[in-house]
């Protein structure tokens, strides 16, 4: 009894925990929104979530070299939009153009760094919710 009471805690701790950090990751990425401006290309914080996803060129977001740059790249932040009415599905958007790569100051590029990641830590627990709830409509009776 012991053991399944433990693996209960357990699992509580880390719900509650994920919970604590997604409500910090918000309160940080809003900061970083506004810090970056792209409050001036989108003018509702929670519109970023409208996107199909966000993504940044002249920097590396790989796990071995994160926050590597990319000579002779700009530094941007891309928004993906997707429209399945229109001829091309698929459109990239331009929410923050920095300049080249190698003249932006480090802490500009580390925040550019943290405020995509913050965001794809956002958007997959809002993918988690997603399917949670279509999965719901499974294994009910009529």
Excluded: C, P, W
């Excluded at 550019?112 to 993918?127: D, G, I, N, Q």
């Amino acid at each position: 009894m012991s053991s399944a009471l433990d693996r209960l805690k357990n699992l509580t701790n880390k719900i509650s925990s994920y919970e604590l950090s997604r409500k910090s990751n918000m309160k940080r990425l809003e900061e970083l929104f506004f810090e970056l401006e792209i409050d001036k290309k989108v003018e509702d914080f929670h519109a970023l979530f409208i996107f199909k996803a966000i993504n940044l060129s002249g920097v590396s977001l790989l796990n071995e070299d994160l926050g590597s740059i990319k000579k002779g790249k700009y530094l941007q932040i891309l928004a993906i939009s997707y429209d399945k009415e229109a001829k091309v599905k698929s459109k990239n958007i331009s929410l923050a153009y920095f300049g080249r790569v190698e003249s932006v100051e480090s802490k500009l590029k580390d925040s550019v760094v943290e405020f995509v990641l913050r965001y794809r830590f956002e958007k997959s627990f809002m993918t988690l919710e997603h399917y949670h709830e279509m999965l719901q409509s499974f294994g009910k009776t009529e």
